[in-house]
């Protein structure tokens, strides 16, 4: 009998407390894509090499130069996605007013 493979295949990278009610609006994810390539993702937007988001396409849509604009190795997807993380902004709200005011209830 063949033993179960177990590998890491999504990152969460945040600045707001994993337990916060808000930490998922705030999240980009790191996901693994296959051929050792990560996307870098803020819901269904992919970010570049330059941190801006693209709408992701269906797989079917998507070509070579879109695949090489929007995947990456893990070192590099990670270093994007935490240069990204501190820039969000939701519902008109930055990364910096969200943990202050996780601070004022505290």
Same mark, same amino acid.
């Given at each position: 009998?063949?033993?179960?493979? *177990?590998?890491? #295949?999504?990152?969460?990278?945040?600045?707001?407390?994993?337990? @916060?009610?808000? #930490?998922?609006?705030? #999240?980009?994810? *790191?996901?693994?894509?296959?051929?050792?390539? +990560?996307?870098?993702? !803020?819901?269904?937007?992919?970010? @570049?090499?330059?941190? @801006?988001?693209?709408?992701?396409?269906?797989?079917?849509?998507?070509?070579?130069? +879109?695949? /090489?604009?929007?995947?990456? !190795?893990? @070192?590099?997807?990670? /270093?994007? /996605?935490?240069? /990204?993380?501190?820039?969000?902004?939701?519902?008109?709200?930055? *990364?910096?007013?969200?943990?202050?005011?996780?601070?004022?209830?505290?």
């Amino acid at each position: 009998m063949n033993e179960p493979t *177990v590998r890491p #295949t999504r990152y969460d990278v945040t600045c707001l407390p994993p337990d @916060d009610i808000n #930490t998922h609006s705030y #999240t980009i994810t *790191v996901e693994y894509r296959g051929h050792d390539r +990560w996307a870098v993702l !803020d819901g269904p937007y992919a970010l @570049d090499a330059n941190g @801006d988001a693209d709408y992701e396409p269906r797989p079917s849509e998507r070509d070579d130069e +879109w695949l /090489a604009t929007h995947r990456f !190795d893990l @070192d590099t997807a990670l /270093a994007i /996605a935490k240069k /990204a993380a501190p820039l969000m902004t939701v519902n008109g709200q930055t *990364v910096e007013q969200a943990l202050a005011f996780i601070a004022s209830r505290a």
